[in-house]
């Protein structure tokens, strides 16, 4: 299931500035926009209609199928659009993915069995075959059908909107964020049901859902009142980037330090849904990052109010809960970071012992204390230096996009001329001589990235576990 929910974000977030863009223009020239366009809102219904549901299939077709497999899903998916009433958006996060997998079969099928010099026209053929079979199918049967079922599925969500339990969703959503499952949950789940309603009603609830950055400044300014100095200064940069930045995972450590805050949480989504739902205000399109800023610019204008509203009672919600939760001066996880982080490096010996040929040494994750592990150097093909540097989150977006940021500026200020860059942690690029990531995701990246280096940390906006990591880059 995780490895479907990866996949369905990632077919979202790698199509996220056409939704925020047709959302824009909602925004703007909609029926609840600011300056009415009926003219330029025919743009619309096509960009939902046809060109969202063949971009989607054509992402799902070359994450599994590669490029053939995303021509061929984007021919089928037009296809079934021509043929359906409704969009098609969820159709197209299914079949473009299933056209990858069978081409993907297909070739592996037939590889080394093609006669020498007809590979190119039996591949061709082949792939042209599946394409005509699944677009013929879905023209004539599956179009109409999907109307039928998207008609259906638009009063029964209708119905969730308006029900008593959709506040209930906050007892799954924020424990699912702290465990670093946000993304899965936004992108894989909400999103695709938000542009659904949003195609039929102009707005979607289901956007604010996941993205509310209220829960989280509520617990970032408790920490930033029960802490003080150095661990003061931490909170309240991780509550700028998180709040204004809209980079949730910042937050993520906060709550792991004290699990008892989910129930804060908890309480301050459920808060914000009840009033988001009472005033019944939607964003036109995915705020994505959940910043207050793009949240605030993508809600109707009449919305506005009730918007920041929902934010507000829910983040007051959750701080009034973290304040009974939190001791005085907690210690907040900067302080704390360094300290397991320097433990950490001390087991792993420093970057310029590994240059001198000693082993190197990375963590993985068992069932209990992490377990350190000696490899040699050799089978990892260490080189001379650290020429590369990978953050790797869930889906390469957020929390390693801000990382790479932090610590690539960082090395400019040094002059170390060093490549920073991010990625999900399922496509680490094979030449990274080192990985950083969340230790909550160390056992995933050592999964995908076997023999590498590794830098776990608890919190990306930990500065003094990156200025620890650029002293011993440069002794290298």
Excluded at 66 to 92: D, E, H, K
Excluded at 150 to 155: D, G, H, N, P
Excluded at 352 to 377: F, K, M, R, S, W
Aim: proline letters at 4%; glycine letters at 8%; hydrophobic letters at 45%.
């Amino acid at each position: 299931m995780r490895k479907l929910g990866q996949l369905l974000s990632a077919m979202i977030w790698q199509n996220i500035a056409v939704i925020i863009s047709v959302g824009m223009i909602r925004e703007v020239f909609g029926v609840y926009g600011w300056w009415y366009n009926e003219r330029i809102l025919l743009l619309v219904d096509p960009i939902y209609n046809t060109l969202l549901p063949i971009l989607l299939g054509y992402t799902g077709g070359k994450l599994i199928g590669g490029q053939r497999g995303a021509v061929v899903a984007s021919f089928v998916i037009y296809g079934l659009t021509l043929s359906s009433s409704a969009p098609v958006i969820f159709a197209a996060m299914v079949i473009g993915p299933l056209i990858g997998w069978i081409i993907r079969k297909c070739d592996q099928t037939i590889k080394g069995r093609i006669p020498v010099g007809y590979e190119l026209l039996i591949n061709n053929v082949l792939a042209s075959l599946i394409g005509v079979s699944f677009t013929v199918v879905c023209f004539l049967y599956v179009g109409q059908t999907l109307s039928a079922g998207v008609e259906w599925s638009t009063k029964y969500l209708e119905e969730i909107i308006y029900s008593g339990w959709l506040p209930l969703a906050a007892v799954i959503i924020e424990p699912a964020k702290v465990f670093f499952l946000n993304n899965i949950v936004n992108y894989g789940i909400l999103a695709p049901l938000g542009i659904q309603q949003t195609k039929e009603l102009g707005k979607s609830i289901f956007f604010l859902l996941e993205s509310n950055p209220g829960p989280g400044l509520g617990i970032l300014l408790a920490y930033w009142l029960k802490s003080a100095g150095e661990k003061r200064r931490g909170a309240q940069l991780a509550l700028f980037i998180q709040f204004f930045g809209g980079i949730h995972e910042v937050y993520f450590s906060y709550v792991l330090r004290r699990p008892m805050l989910i129930l804060g949480l908890m309480l301050g989504g459920m808060t914000g849904i009840i009033i988001f739902q009472m005033f019944d205000v939607g964003t036109v399109s995915l705020p994505s990052p959940g910043s207050i800023f793009l949240f605030l610019a993508l809600a109707p204008k009449e919305d506005m109010v009730f918007v920041f509203m929902g934010v507000f009672l829910s983040a007051a919600v959750t701080f009034l809960c973290s304040m009974l939760i939190l001791k005085p001066f907690t210690e907040s996880p900067t302080e704390q970071e360094n300290r397991e982080q320097v433990t950490f490096m001390n087991k792993l010996g420093t970057i310029e012992d590994l240059n001198e040929g000693e082993v190197a040494i990375h963590q993985t994750i068992n069932t209990g204390e992490p377990d350190y592990i000696a490899c040699d150097p050799v089978a990892i093909n260490y080189t001379s230096s650290i020429e590369k540097i990978v953050f790797a989150c869930e889906v390469g977006l957020g929390s390693s996009a801000m990382g790479a940021a932090m610590l690539r500026r960082k090395l400019e200020q040094v002059n170390l001329q060093i490549e920073v860059d991010n990625s999900s942690v399922d496509e680490i690029p094979q030449d990274t001589d080192l990985i950083i990531c969340h230790q909550k995701l160390v056992a995933d990246v050592e999964k995908y990235a076997p023999n590498k280096i590794y830098y776990p940390l608890q919190s990306f906006t930990d500065i003094d576990a990156y200025d620890t990591l650029i002293d011993k880059l440069k002794l290298q």
